[in-house]
């Protein structure tokens, strides 16, 4: 069964000192992202317009190159896709167009917010981080200026026992424009990062590390919908 790779042991791990020195989670976080070259991933987009709201279920392959997003809904959109590379959108069929609204700020569109939102995890820059939860899951988030979009703000909130993202919002001027919900996320390339299973009960002992399946990943993501 596919395994979801996650990115790092639980956590406190990243909490515990080392040498008598404190590790920063945040910066932790960011350099997993960082060393990540390539994974797939899919997530439910809503997009909030001055006038109407919209919404997109897209499916991403990701390297911090180059991407390729895939439009799985709405239906009269399914299929068409587009390829983000060195921060150049192109759509595969031109009398297709996929705007980002009034909200020139977050001069994106949504098959960009995928990608955008990895760069932001992997060097954006940290305007705040907390601890938070997400339906049952206790998450890390981070908000996170990019240099190239001034006056948007990219925050996802982390799991903070898998690393995986389950909520993000991409905000211009204080509005947010975009909220993602991610549903998948495999990695397909940055090493070989730890794969801890997670405890069916709290402080239940670990087992068969490195087994964590679709169902587990499934599983996360639904306990973050609650």
Not at 43 to 71: F, G, I, K, M, Q
Not at 76 to 101: H, M, P, R
Not at 104 to 111: F, K, M, Y
């Amino acid at each position: 069964m596919r395994k979801a790779l996650l990115f790092a042991p639980m956590l406190m791990l990243l909490l515990t000192a080392c040498g008598g020195e404190e590790k920063d989670p945040a910066a932790e976080l960011q350099a997993q992202y960082a060393n990540l070259t390539g994974a797939v991933m899919e997530a439910d987009v809503s997009c909030h317009y001055a006038d109407e709201d919209r919404a997109y279920t897209l499916l991403c392959d990701y390297a911090p190159e180059r991407s390729t997003v895939t439009v799985l809904s709405p239906a009269n959109l399914a299929g068409i896709s587009a390829t983000v590379e060195n921060g150049t959108l192109t759509l595969s069929y031109e009398d297709i167009s996929l705007d980002a609204g009034g909200y020139s700020a977050a001069a994106i569109s949504p098959v960009a917010a995928l990608p955008k939102l990895m760069q932001a995890a992997a060097s954006g820059y940290v305007t705040e981080k907390s601890e938070e939860t997400v339906g049952e899951r206790p998450c890390l988030r981070l908000a996170c200026d990019l240099p190239d979009d001034e006056g948007s703000v990219y925050t996802t909130w982390f799991d903070q026992e898998t690393l995986l993202p389950l909520r993000s919002e991409i905000s211009a001027e204080g509005t947010v424009v975009f909220e993602v919900a991610w549903t998948r996320f495999e990695v397909t390339g940055g090493g070989e990062p730890a794969v801890p299973a997670v405890p069916a009960e709290p402080g239940a002992p670990q087992e068969g590390a490195g087994d964590w399946t679709a169902a587990d990943e499934a599983a996360a993501y639904a306990s973050a919908e609650e």
